[in-house]
């Protein structure tokens, strides 16, 4: 099998280029091996984006040098030799969807594409919604138990605060800062959603019972 057949057995996982450039590149003897974000080992990638700079050089060396940028960042595509011909059509101001391997060279983390496809601009907020939600199904990457001890202690947070009329969302995320706004966001609507607790005023949390 190909080294090329076998990056192609990879996910091509649905990413923004902001969260591409948090990842950990794991290097093996300075060759590139995957970037890891999060539990995931990402060595292909799927990002729209917008096409905002685009350089061919004009000598025997022939690579073309593509900067997308999809709003959270921005990232090179580089073709070389015969694979530049692939992408000549491909212009700057265009959208378009990027198949491709992630590459590292020079302390620099680049894509390989495999595909680039001009894609309607709409795109662009089609996929930022997209990845979104996904990440807001599994933001809190706790497990069962550790979230019903962050439920209780929430819980026991806003009961307390009874006696003052309830407690702020603000003074919650202050009081428990070992936990994550966001978990502590998500755990508080579920209260609310179960009629557990009640918001008197946006923002300030009651316990109903």
């Known amino acids: 099998m190909s080294e ?59 690579y073309l040098n593509l900067t997308l940028d999809d709003g959270s960042g921005q990232i090179k595509l580089k073709a070389f ?16 969807v990027v198949i491709g391997v992630l590459r590292h060279w020079n302390n620099e983390l680049y894509i390989s594409p495999e595909i680039i496809r001009e894609q309607d601009p709409k795109y662009l907020l089609i996929r930022k919604l997209e990845i979104d939600k996904e990440k807001s199904k599994d933001k809190t990457g706790l497990g069962r138990q550790e979230i019903i001890a962050v439920k209780d202690r929430i819980l026991g947070a806003i009961k307390n605060a009874e006696e003052t009329g309830g407690i702020e969302k ?3 995320i202050m009081d428990l800062n070992d936990i994550s706004p966001e978990i502590i966001n998500q755990e508080v609507q579920k209260l609310l959603e179960e009629g557990i607790a009640f918001e008197p005023r946006p923002g300030k949390v009651r316990y109903l019972g």
């Open 4 to 62: 090329q057949e076998q990056f192609k057995r990879n996910i091509a996982f649905k990413l923004r280029i902001g969260d591409i450039l948090m990842g950990k590149p794991i290097l093996n003897e300075e060759r590139f091996s995957f970037l890891e974000l999060g539990s995931k080992k990402i060595i292909r990638a799927n990002i729209v984006g917008n096409i905002v700079d685009k350089y061919e050089s004009q000598g025997e060396t022939r």
């Open 170 to 172: 603000d003074k919650l």
């Open 81 to 96: 030799g015969d694979d530049t011909q692939k992408f000549q059509d491909i212009t700057q101001g265009q959208t378009v």
